[in-house]
T-cell receptor, first 110, second 113 residues
C-alpha cells in the first residue's frame, strides 16, 4: 500500500537557523512527489514537483531533493513568514489518488 | 481572482441532514479533485474528475457521499445523512490536463452537531 511518512511532526527554529524536513515514501511506480505549504485555515499551496531520483528544485529559501526512498525540504536561513505546515504527497502510476503525509508544523521564531 | 473557489466556506449542520458543497476550479483546468482533511492530518483523497467523468473514487468513501461535475466545469459534493465523524475541512483542487501539480481552494469547513 502506498504510504507517506513525514518527520519531524513539529519543528521550532530560530530565524536564520537552517534545517531539513523529511518525507519517506513507499509507492508503486512513483509518478511524482509534491511539496505543499499550508497556512492555518487555508488550502495547501503548491511548492514543488519532483519526478526522479537526483532531481532538485529551488524557490527562494526552499530547496527540495529526491532519492528513491525519500525527499528532503531544506530551509535555508528561515524567516518567521516561513512558519506553516509543510505537506508531502506522492502519486503512483496508474492512479489519480494522491497520498499525503501528515505534515511537518514549522515555527520560525524572530 | 482566478484561483479555485469553494462555497460555502463554513457549514454547520445537525446530524442526519444533507449538505452540498460547490467547487469552481481554475477555468482552463479539466482535472478536479475532492479531499477531506481533519485536524493534524494531511488531505485524504475522495474522488477525481477528468472533465465530466468521475474516473476514480476512494474505497473509503461511503455511499452517503456523492460528487458530480455535470458540464465539466464546477463540481458539487453532497453528503447525505451527515454524521459527527463527517466534521472536517473539505478541499477541492484542480489541475491542467497532463500536469500533476494541483491547486487547492480555501476549503469548506463542515461542523456536524
Amino acid at each position: 500500500e502506498d504510504q507517506v511518512t513525514q518527520s519531524p511532526e513539529a519543528l521550532r527554529l530560530q530565524e536564520g537557523e537552517s534545517s531539513s524536513l523529511n518525507c519517506s515514501y513507499t509507492v508503486s511506480g512513483l509518478r511524482g512527489l509534491f511539496w505543499y505549504r499550508q497556512d492555518p485555515g487555508k488550502g495547501p499551496e503548491f511548492l514543488f514537483t519532483l519526478y526522479s531520483a537526483g532531481e532538485e528544485k529551488e524557490k527562494e529559501r526552499l530547496k527540495a531533493t529526491l532519492t528513491k526512498k525519500e525527499s528532503f525540504l531544506h530551509i535555508t536561513a528561515p524567516k518567521p513568514e516561513d512558519s506553516a505546515t509543510y505537506l508531502c504527497a506522492v502519486l503512483g502510476s496508474g492512479t489519480y489518488k494522491y497520498i499525503f503525509g501528515t505534515g511537518t508544523r514549522l515555527k520560525v521564531l524572530a | 481572482d482566478t484561483g479555485v473557489s469553494q462555497d460555502p466556506r463554513h457549514k454547520i449542520t445537525k446530524r442526519g441532514q444533507n449538505v452540498t458543497f460547490r467547487c469552481d476550479p481554475i477555468s482552463e483546468h479539466n482535472r478536479l479533485y475532492w479531499y477531506r482533511q481533519t485536524l493534524g492530518q494531511g488531505p485524504e483523497f475522495l474522488t477525481y474528475f477528468q472533465n465530466e467523468a468521475q474516473l476514480e473514487k476512494s474505497r473509503l468513501l461511503s455511499d452517503r457521499f456523492s460528487a458530480e461535475r455535470p458540464k465539466g466545469s464546477f463540481s458539487t459534493l453532497e453528503i447525505q445523512r451527515t454524521e459527527q465523524g463527517d466534521s472536517a475541512m473539505y478541499l477541492c483542487a484542480s489541475s491542467l490536463y497532463l500536469r500533476d501539480e494541483q491547486f487547492f481552494g480555501p476549503g469548506t469547513r463542515l461542523t456536524v452537531l
